[in-house]
């Protein structure tokens, strides 16, 4: 169609962009600290975490781990309904609870 010069006018939704976490106005983009080295040589040292959807029988579920780089583990999650702030502060309380005192993690996030 393009080579003809042909536009069609209706066009279906693509199905894997309806939902979209940058809504209004997004903050500074924080220095890449890690450089896509996701690697830890011990626990607490690089922390990865972000939402993902799914959908689900009734409606979409929003998990969000915390993983550590350097145990391989996850070390908080939480899921929702909603992708929002609500959920964030829920995952950083769990993180809390658990990171020890002397920690300083670098946190990764896309």
């Not at 939402?51 to 993983?67: C, H, I, W």
Request: with cysteine; glycine share 4%.
């Amino acid at each position: 169609m393009r080579r003809m010069g042909l536009e069609c006018r209706i066009r279906r939704p693509n199905p894997y962009r309806k939902y979209s976490s940058y809504r209004d106005e997004t903050g500074a983009r924080a220095e890449n600290l890690l450089n896509r080295d996701f690697t830890a040589d011990r626990p607490w040292v690089k922390l990865g975490t972000d939402v993902t959807e799914f959908r689900v029988a009734d409606g979409k579920a929003y998990p969000a781990p915390v993983y550590d780089m350097g145990s391989k583990e996850i070390v908080a999650w939480d899921v929702s309904r909603h992708p929002d702030m609500a959920q964030q502060r829920r995952l950083l309380a769990m993180l809390e609870e658990k990171l020890p005192e002397d920690a300083d993690p670098i946190p990764h996030s896309d």
